[in-house]
Structures are given as structure tokens and as C-alpha cells.
T-cell receptor, first 117, second 112 residues
Framework: GENVEQHPSTLSVQEGDSAVIKCTYSDSASNYFPWYKQELGKGPQLIIDIRSNVGEKKDQRIAVTLNKTAKHFSLHITETQPEDSAVYFC????????????????FGQGTILTVHP | NAGVTQTPKFQVLKTGQSMTLQCAQDMNHNSMYWYRQDPGMGLRLIYYSASEGTTDKGEVPNGYNVSRLNKREFSLRLESAAPSQTSVYFCASIHRVTEKLFFGSGTQLSVL
């Protein structure tokens, strides 16, 4: 089955700096790569996602890049703020029409991001 | 519009006890999922339901049963709880068109 590795496990930055989290996946059939943010005591919240037919996607301060050949994808957060502090998870799935398979995600181990004021 | 609602939020069981975790979504989503989250391991899929009346095993189904009661509700049952089932359990549902997964706030379960 699919295996997703995520690094680093912890990341500490100063407010205003950039943060980068990297993930690798094993199954070349995976075609959907979401990123989730989880705050303490809450469920994961989708912040951005990318599909295998796209190399990069941006949403304000957040961007995701995908390298299908190398089987890795990364989350980039620019101009970090204290409210960005949370646990971030990458994930992968082999999505197909109908939607169900997109929810069968394999998650990375998570990155604890701390943004210091 | 509450999204995905899970009950209870916290539960403590003794080894061998049984319980059912409840999940309901009000977004008219077809597919629903149960994940467990353990420290350092991310989330792992236990069971999922593509539609009302159907259920399938995920990565870690042993020790669990599920019921898709109707389109809104998907429950997870532990028949004989074991300490290895101490975890945080998340229910989720997916939008068929956007194909994005939405999670509930979780149930923290401790088995002593």
C-alpha cells in the first residue's frame, strides 16, 4: 500500500519567516495530495490540496508544489504568523470519479509548527 | 449547518467493555469515514462507507464494526475494548463534487 513520509517532525520559526514542510509518497498511482492543519483539541482542517496534473498551487500565504517524478510534495507558508502554529499533515490518495476514493487518505506523521512572535 | 458532529467527545472504558461512537453530517455527503489518530503515526483509516447501505474495511479494521444507519449517520462500535484501542477517533465525510474531506472534532477514547 501507499506510504507517506513527512519531515521535519517539528519546525520552529520566527514570525514573518517562511516555513517549508516536505512529504514523499511511494505509490506512483496516487493523484491527490491534500494538506491539513490541526489545532489543539480540534479535527484536521483542509488548507490546500493539489492534484497530479498540476505542479504548483497557491492560496494567499500558502503554496503547495508537487514533483511527480521524484514523488514528493511540499507545503510552503510565507510571512508566518503566531496563529499558523499547529500540527500540519500531508496526505495522499488514488482518487477516481465519484469521490469516495479521494477520502481514503494515507497520512504523513505530522509536523508541529511553532511560530514565535 | 454544523458539518460533522461526533459524540461523545471523551470516553473512558475498561478492557472488555463495549461502546458505540456516533457520527452525523448535515452536508448531504454520500461517503463517510472513520479514522484513528495515534501519537507520531498520523491518521489511519478504519472503515468507510461509500453510500447508505455499504461499508468497507480500511487500513486498520480489526476490533471494530461500523453501521451506516442512513445517509447522515455512520457509527463505529468497539465490541470488546482493548488498551491498544486508546486513541482519538475522527469521523469525516466527503463532498462528491469538490472531493474534499471534512472532519469532525473527534472522540478521545481511553481504554484502561
Amino acid at each position: 500500500g501507499e506510504n507517506v513520509e513527512q519531515h521535519p517532525s517539528t519546525l520552529s520559526v520566527q514570525e514573518g519567516d517562511s516555513a517549508v514542510i516536505k512529504c514523499t509518497y511511494s505509490d506512483s498511482a496516487s493523484n491527490y495530495f491534500p494538506w491539513y492543519k490541526q489545532e489543539l483539541g480540534k479535527g484536521p482542517q483542509l488548507i490546500i490540496d493539489i492534484r497530479s496534473n498540476v505542479g504548483e498551487k497557491k492560496d494567499q500565504r500558502i503554496a503547495v508544489t508537487l514533483n511527480k517524478t521524484a514523488k514528493h510534495f511540499s507545503l510552503h507558508i510565507t510571512e508566518t504568523q503566531p496563529e499558523d502554529s499547529a500540527v500540519y499533515f500531508c496526505a495522499a490518495s488514488m482518487g477516481s470519479a465519484g469521490g469516495t476514493s479521494y477520502g481514503k487518505l494515507t497520512f504523513g506523521q505530522g509536523t508541529i509548527l511553532t511560530v514565535h512572535p | 449547518n454544523a458539518g460533522v458532529t461526533q459524540t461523545p467527545k471523551f470516553q473512558v472504558l475498561k478492557t472488555g467493555q463495549s461502546m458505540t461512537l456516533q457520527c452525523a453530517q448535515d452536508m448531504n455527503h454520500n461517503s463517510m469515514y472513520w479514522y484513528r489518530q495515534d501519537p507520531g503515526m498520523g491518521l489511519r483509516l478504519i472503515y468507510y462507507s461509500a453510500s447508505e447501505g455499504t461499508t468497507d474495511k480500511g487500513e486498520v479494521p480489526n476490533g471494530y464494526n461500523v453501521s451506516r444507519l442512513n445517509k447522515r449517520e455512520f457509527s463505529l462500535r468497539l465490541e470488546s475494548a482493548a488498551p491498544s484501542q486508546t486513541s482519538v477517533y475522527f469521523c469525516a465525510s466527503i463532498h462528491r463534487v469538490t472531493e474534499k474531506l471534512f472532519f469532525g472534532s473527534g472522540t478521545q477514547l481511553s481504554v484502561l
